[in-house]
T-cell receptor
Framework: SQQGEEDPQALSIQEGENATMNCSYK?????LQWYRQNSGRGLVHLIL?????REKHSGRLRVTLDTSKKSSSLLITASRAADTASYFC????????????FGTGTKLQVIP | DTGVSQDPRHKITKRGQNVTFRCDPI?????LYWYRQTLGQGPEFLTY????????KSRLLSDRFSAERPKGSFSTLEIQRTEQGDSAMYLC????FGTGEYEQYFGPGTRLTVT
């Protein structure tokens, strides 16, 4: 079963715009990770945020985590056509034992 | 090391046949995971190993599925008596547990089509 639900399911934006996608989950987590999947490079890890962190940055990516609302958001700034992909949140429910459960994904299309 | 590799990349089989997939993880990784992904969904956990020990098996994994990692290096996933519902992408990932690194590195997947 899927733990996380991403929202929106699909998103289409123009190159240069920002993209925001959200993930909601159901139970307490140790950490939350975001992955990207496209046909060219498969599934790739983007960023991890631990349950005691509220915000994290990596390049053009910004992740926030609200454990009281059981939700996270991924912001991609200044999007590029190469950002076109599906984005999944993955939650570690196993107390840090690295067994993650993936969400349903947001399909992002960046139009050049 | 060139990353996680999977073989074959595509497999077409007839219902009722057995199939076996292989995964070669990143050599220094002690954890190996198998997932199944269907169109429009996220990867679903099937099973994982730490070294040669199989630590957990999902309830999704019926008795027709078996996975091994005999020497703690490569792993195989076998599906016996395949059914059309087994058609999916089977993904393998590896990670280094106990080092503080949480990232899982994924292979390109094996796409199974059961006709």
């Amino acid at each position: 079963s899927q733990q996380g639900e991403e929202d929106p399911q699909a998103l289409s934006i123009q190159e240069g715009e920002n993209a925001t996608m959200n993930c909601s989950y159901k139970t307490s987590i140790n950490n939350l990770q975001w992955y990207r999947q496209n046909s060219g490079r498969g599934l790739v890890h983007l960023i991890l945020i631990r349950s005691n962190e509220r915000e994290k940055h990596s390049g053009r990516l910004r992740v926030t985590l609200d454990t009281s609302k059981k939700s996270s958001s991924l912001l991609i700034t200044a999007s590029r056509a190469a950002d076109t992909a599906s984005y999944f949140c993955a939650t570690d429910l196993s107390g840090g034992y690295q067994k993650v459960t993936f969400g349903t994904g947001t399909k992002l299309q960046v139009i050049p | 090391d060139t990353g996680v590799s999977q073989d074959p990349r595509h497999k077409i089989t007839k219902r009722g046949q057995n199939v076996t997939f292989r995964c070669d993880p990143i050599s220094e990784h002690n954890r190996l995971y198998w997932y199944r992904q269907t169109l429009g969904q996220g990867p679903e956990f099937l099973t994982y190993f730490q070294n040669e020990a199989q630590l957990e098996k999902s309830r999704l994994l019926s008795d027709r599925f078996s996975a091994e990692r005999p020497k703690g290096s490569f792993s195989t996933l076998e599906i016996q008596r395949t059914e059309q519902g087994d058609s999916a992408m089977y993904l393998c990932a590896s990670s280094s547990f106990g080092t503080g690194e949480y990232e899982q590195y994924f292979g390109p997947g094996t796409r199974l089509t059961v006709t």
